[in-house]
T-cell receptor, first 112, second 114 residues
Framework: SQQGEEDPQALSIQEGENATMNCSYKTSINNLQWYRQNSGRGLVHLILIRSNEREKHSGRLRVTLDTSKKSSSLLITASRAADTASYFCAHYSGAGSYQLTFGKGTKLSVIP | EPEVTQTPSHQVTQMGQEVILRCVPISNHLYFYWYRQILGQKVEFLVSFYNNEISEKSEIFDDQFSVERPDGSNFTLKIRSTKLEDSAMYFC????????????FGSGTQLSVL
């Protein structure tokens, strides 16, 4: 089954605006992570939120987690052109699993 | 900051040929992974490796694939007989703790099978 679905699939905003991306998942989780991928490059870890946390901040990033709805959101405030990238949520696939499963990602374009 | 290193950055091969993709994980890390990403698609898990053995693998990781940690620093992915559909970006990743924490990714090897 498809896990870690982000929406929207693509998002285009003006520099200075806020960008919100959402993620849904199906299994129980220990934590949920967000990664960023610049075009043609590797993934870079942005932030990790544990299942007993509801909100976490890191610089211009704010992540929320609602385990009852099995959903998370990533907010980037005051976006910059350099934030243009794809953003993926990811989680470990279940009890005893070493597999970090990624969603399809949101492609964010920030227009200067 | 320590990083995961992958070589080569690009590999072109003929269908049916064997390829070996190489990775040097971060030195004190314990868990090693290979993922792949077909152009425009999601990042797919291939295999995880811990304590010198495969801990988990996906359906993609069939008998044509193998992994090895030959010398305590390198971590390799071998595809025995490449197919056109193996064309993808292959990412190596590692992590350092028993807990389910973040992964550190290399920049990837773009494999093109002709």
């Amino acid at each position: 089954s498809q896990q870690g679905e982000e929406d929207p699939q693509a998002l285009s905003i003006q520099e200075g605006e806020n960008a919100t991306m959402n993620c849904s998942y199906k299994t129980s989780i220990n934590n949920l992570q967000w990664y960023r991928q610049n075009s043609g490059r590797g993934l870079v870890h942005l932030i990790l939120i544990r299942s007993n946390e509801r909100e976490k901040h890191s610089g211009r990033l704010r992540v929320t987690l609602d385990t009852s709805k099995k959903s998370s959101s990533l907010l980037i405030t005051a976006s910059r052109a350099a934030d243009t990238a794809s953003y993926f949520c990811a989680h470990y696939s279940g009890a005893g699993s070493y597999q970090l499963t990624f969603g399809k990602g949101t492609k964010l374009s920030v227009i200067p | 900051e320590p990083e995961v290193t992958q070589t080569p950055s690009h590999q072109v091969t003929q269908m049916g040929q064997e390829v070996i993709l190489r990775c040097v994980p971060i030195s004190n890390h314990l868990y090693f992974y290979w993922y792949r990403q077909i152009l425009g698609q999601k990042v797919e898990f291939l295999v995880s490796f811990y304590n010198n053995e495969i801990s988990e693998k996906s359906e993609i990781f069939d008998d044509q694939f193998s992994v090895e940690r030959p010398d305590g620093s390198n971590f390799t992915l071998k595809i025995r007989s490449t197919k056109l559909e193996d064309s993808a970006m292959y990412f190596c990743a590692s992590r350092d703790r028993v807990g389910l924490e973040k992964l550190f990714f290399g920049s990837g090897t773009q494999l093109s099978v002709l």
